[in-house]
Each structure stands twice: as structure tokens, then as C-alpha cells.
């Protein structure tokens, strides 16, 4: 599915229109329609409705879902928020079709909303679209108000009235709405931190528009769904050994942590890799070793309790992961550097390696093999040198510049992780709750990328596929035996067999 941004879906328009040959009425008719279909399972038979309509094409689409549901014998109740001069185009069609049914449109000007409200069910949002720009303006400012005061439903119209599509903008003033019914395409703001909550819960609806405007664009946006997990994660042959199945290293830990590359490296193994090296150091061992039995290990030179070096390390494996645990220490650039410049093959960077990762991020570029970064935001945001708020204003953008910029792959994670690939198209994944804010989920997302790098899909596939594996995993515990309180990284390491046997059912 693809996600897009208010110049995506005005060319898409643009293009239906004028080199496809699907008029602007047609389009807008089947919003109207489709949305007023999604809505009905929504509504009760009895509803009192009352859809409130703005000057723009969102208005547009408003008249045509009041006819539809008027001609399903709802009671609803039009309410025109702009000059009848002020509406035109396609919108202004729609608005005489209406009329000329025989139903009738009140306007408003200036009367008390607030009373009007009071014998509704059901408020419909179509006051503004995609189309939003600056500060709102009166009446929608007033009238936002009254609607995020109402008690009833509030069904916002392909965006909830007050968010803009994209991201970088702050949010004043806002329709919280209960429902959003999204024209065709998600858009960028669905998917941010400060936006997403005001659409309350969302689906999208197919008016005909054609995708190729958006294929053939110069980045691409889209959400990775079940589907694309069981149409590209690979199955195993009857014939394959433990080598077939990756040799895979992580490289981290430090006596104050022995528990981040134990759960790292219980989670590749778990998620399907072949073999297993840690390599830590010396203290550790005994103890990782009683817990994770099936990897083997590598000691490491060791100094106040960390890694002093990586030593004699042999770096030919197919997939490493390093920073786990490792603390930030002085020596932790060096090591880095090393890391960066010996491994021939993938590379996944974690946690404190990514801070030491920030001194020496020109030895990046020296770099031929695949590098995976997987921050949180306060790790990537230090990478970029911005603050936590400026980031989150805009990940898309960010994620992408840092991405195209260095030649890696970037796993920004949040509630909606975000995947960029070196040329810049985005993924975004949609599982995941917040049973999974916890020390150590971090951890264990990484052993399972590391564990998908080293199976035969591509680079992209892999870290789509493991990122969705994490937060589905964690969606069935909380939904089956566990709450978003007491999830524990180690529970989604042992949640990861019914996931896969769910897969590939
Ligand atoms: N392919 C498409 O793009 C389609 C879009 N449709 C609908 O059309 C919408 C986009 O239509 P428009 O481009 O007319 O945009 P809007 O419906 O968002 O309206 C924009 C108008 O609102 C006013 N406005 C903008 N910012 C404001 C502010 N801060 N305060 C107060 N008023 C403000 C301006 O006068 C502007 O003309 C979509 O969201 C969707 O609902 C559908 O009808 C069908 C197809
Ligand atoms: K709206």
C-alpha cells in the first residue's frame, strides 16, 4: 500500500484527469460514495447525522456522502461552512446535485453550532482536506472547537480537518476523530507521532485513482502488510544444513550488560539463524554461555569491564552485529572503526554502537558491504546532530537524508517503524503496541535482522520482514496472554514460534 504526501496525490489527481481521461466529478463521486459506504457500518439505522461541509474539494466529497446517505433514508443534516461564491469547481457540481434532489443545505453564519450538535449521533467531518495551509482560519478554528468538544462519533473525511497530509508542520488545532475514512491513499501524517492519534481509527477507500504517477516517482512510500511478509519470506529446503542458514557474529557487551547480546543472540537463533559467535568479553562468558547454549564464543580483550579491542576477531561471517551492550566507552570509536572497515559483508549497528559510530562516520563511505543502522530516535537524532522534537517533526525526510547520504540502511524505530534503503524509498511497518516501550526489545529486533540478513531475501525484504516479525509477535502475546504492561523483551524471543507458524500456515 502505498503512502503519499499532498503533491503526490494532487499529480495523481492531475494525471486521472488529464492523461486517463477520469473527470474530477467522477472521482470526487466516487469518494463520496465509497467513503458514505465505509461509513454506514458505523452508523445506527436511527442516527440523527449532521456533516459539516467546508469550501474545498473535501467539502466536495461531503456533499456526495450526504446525498448517498440521504437516499439511504439517514437523517442528516448539511451544514455549509463557507459562501455559496466561495465553492467551486467540482465541489460546486456536487453541491447543485444535491440540491437539485430536493434536499436542502443550510448555511452557516454565525448561529450557535454548539446547540445544533446537541440532538446529533454523528458528526461528519469534511471541513478540510489535503489542502490545508498555516494557522487555521475562522469559522474552521471555532467550529474545530466545537467538534472536539462534542460527545458524540466523529468521522473525519479523508483527513481529520486541521492536519496537513505531510510532515514538518505543527499542529494547532485539529478534528480528534473518531474515524477517518482516507481517500485512496494513506497519507505521510498518519504515520507521524504527533498526528496519527487524530484519526482515531482509520481505513481507506479505492476511488479509482491510478498508482503509476506515484510507481514512477523518484521515492516511494509504502506500508509493508502480511502479504508482502508471506509472499517474500523464505521457506526452508528439506536439503539445507546449518550453514545454509547464516553464519552470523554480534559483537558486544560489557560486565554491567551481559543481557543485551543475550537477548540479541537468543532472537537471531531464534528467528532462523544457522550458527551463532558471540564475541564478548571474558567475564561474561560463563554466564552467556548457561544461557544461550547453542551459540559459541569468542573472548575478547577486556579492560574496566569492556571491550579494549576486538583483538584477533575473525570478521568472515555472513551477517554481524555490533554495539549490543558494548557501553560508551573510549575505545568504543576505535573498535568501531575497526568493525566498519574489516567486515566485508553486512554490518548491523545497535545501541552504543551507534554512538560510537558518530566519530568515525567517514570511514562509512570506505565501506563496500551492506550497513544496517537501527536507531531509536534519540540515537539518530544524536547521529544528525538535531534535537528528539525536531526529528520526530520529520522522520520521513530525516531517515532518508541520513540513508542516501551514507550509503546505508536505516531502521528507524517508533510505533510506526520506519525503513529506508540508500537510494531513499520508505517502508513503514505497522505492528508493534506499546508493550514493546521496554528495555531490551531493541536488543532482541536485532537479532532478528540479523538472523533475516543472512536468509536468501533482499536487504529491504529482510529488514521489512524482521521489523514486521518483532511487532506482530508482540501484537499476539498482548492480544493472547500478555498485557502492555508486563511484556517482556525476553517473552517476544519466545513468542517468535507461534509467529512463524502463523506465517506459514
Ligand atoms: N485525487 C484527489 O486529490 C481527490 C481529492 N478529493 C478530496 O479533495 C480534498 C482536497 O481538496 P482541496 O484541494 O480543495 O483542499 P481542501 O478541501 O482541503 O480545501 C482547501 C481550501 O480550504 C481553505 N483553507 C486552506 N487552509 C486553510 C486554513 N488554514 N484555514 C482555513 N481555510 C483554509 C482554502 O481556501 C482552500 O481553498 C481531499 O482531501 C479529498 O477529500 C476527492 O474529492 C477526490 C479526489
Ligand atoms: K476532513
New binding site residues.
Given amino acids: 500500500m502505498f503512502v503519499v504526501t499532498a503533491k503526490e ?2 499529480d ?2 492531475r494525471y ?1 484527469m488529464e492523461r486517463v481521461g477520469l473527470e ?1 466529478k467522477m ?2 463521486e ?3 460514495r465509497a467513503i458514505a459506504r465505509e461509513m454506514e457500518a458505523s452508523l445506527a439505522e436511527n442516527d440523527n447525522i449532521m456533516i459539516l461541509v ?8 461531503g456533499f ?1 456522502i450526504a446525498r448517498t446517505l440521504l437516499e439511504r433514508g439517514y437523517a442528516v443534516e448539511v451544514l455549509q461552512c463557507a459562501e455559496t461564491s ?1 465553492i467551486r469547481g ?2 460546486a457540481f456536487h453541491r447543485e446535485v444535491l440540491l437539485n434532489m430536493g434536499y436542502s443545505i443550510s448555511e452557516y453564519e454565525g448561529q450557535d453550532v454548539e446547540s445544533l450538535l446537541q440532538d446529533k449521533d454523528v458528526v461528519i467531518d ?13 469559522p ?2 471555532y467550529l474545530i472547537t466545537l467538534i472536539n468538544q462534542y460527545q458524540g462519533k466523529v468521522l473525519s ?3 481529520p ?2 492536519i496537513p ?1 505531510d510532515e514538518g508542520y505543527e499542529v494547532h488545532q485539529a478534528v480528534e476523530a473518531d474515524q477517518t475514512i482516507v ?2 491513499f494513506p497519507k505521510v501524517s498518519s504515520f507521524l507521532q504527533h498526528t496519527a492519534a487524530f484519526y482515531g481509527d482509520w481505513t481507506t477507500v479505492d ?1 479509482g ?1 491510478p498508482s503509476n504517477v506515484i510507481q514512477s516517482g523518484e521515492n516511494q512510500k509504502k506500508v509493508w502488510g502480511r502479504r508482502d511478509v508471506v509472499r517474500t519470506l523464505p521457506s526452508r529446503s528439506s536439503f539445507s544444513h546449518k550453514g545454509t542458514h547464516g553464519k552470523g557474529l554480534v559483537i558486544g557487551g560489557a560486565v554491567a550488560m551481559p543481557g543485551s547480546i543475550a537477548m540479541t543472540s537468543r532472537a537471531a537463533l531464534r528467528a532462523g539463524a544457522g550458527l551463532l559467535t558471540i564475541a564478548t568479553v571474558q567475564e561474561n562468558v560463563t554466564a552467556l554461555a548457561a544461557n544461550v547454549v547453542e551459540a559459541t564464543y569468542h573472548t575478547l580483550p577486556s579492560q574496566h569491564g569492556h571491550i579494549r579491542s576486538l583483538g584477533e576477531l575473525d570478521f568472515s561471517y555472513d551477517g554481524i552485529a555490533i554495539g549490543m551492550g558494548m557501553g560508551r566507552h573510549e575505545q568504543a570509536p576505535t573498535i568501531m572503526k575497526e568493525a566498519l572497515l574489516q567486515t566485508e559483508g553486512t554490518l548491523l549497528i545497535d545501541a552504543d554502537g551507534l554512538y560510537a559510530l558518530k566519530q568515525v562516520l567517514p570511514s562509512l563511505s570506505d565501506r563496500e558491504g551492506t550497513t544496517v543502522l537501527t536507531p531509536h530516535p534519540g540515537e539518530m537524532a544524536h547521529l544528525l546532530g538535531i534535537t528528539v522534537p525536531e526529528l520526530l517533526q520529520r522522520p520521513f525526510s530525516y531517515a532518508q537524508s541520513f540513508a542516501t547520504e551514507h550509503d546505508v540502511y536505516v531502521v528507524l524505530k517508533g510505533a510506526f517503524t520506519l525503513i529506508t534503503n540508500p537510494k531513499g524509498d520508505q517502508w513503514i511497518n505497522p505492528t508493534g503496541n506499546a508493550g514493546l516501550a521496554k528495555g531490551g526489545t531493541g536488543d532482541v529486533l536485532s537479532g532478528i535482522l540479523l538472523s533475516m540478513l543472512m536468509q536468501p531475501q533482499t536487504v529491504e525484504e529482510a529488514l521489512c520482514n524482521g521489523v514486521w516479525i518483532h511487532g506482530y509477535t508482540a501484537d499476539i502475546l498482548i492480544e493472547q496472554k500478555h498485557s502492555s504492561y508486563d511484556l517482556l523483551a525476553s517473552d517476544v524471543i519466545d513468542g517468535l514460534p507461534a509467529t512463524y507458524r502463523n506465517i506459514f500456515s
Fill in positions: 496525490m494532487y495523481t489527481d486521472a474530477g472521482l470526487m466516487n469518494a463520496g467546508g469550501k474545498g474539494n473535501n467539502g466536495g466529497d456526495v466561495d467540482d465541489a469534511a471541513l478540510l482536506g489535503i489542502g490545508i495551509k498555516g494557522a487555521i482560519r475562522p474552521y478554528d473525511v479523508d483527513l480537518s486541521g497530509a481517500v485512496q476511488i485513482l
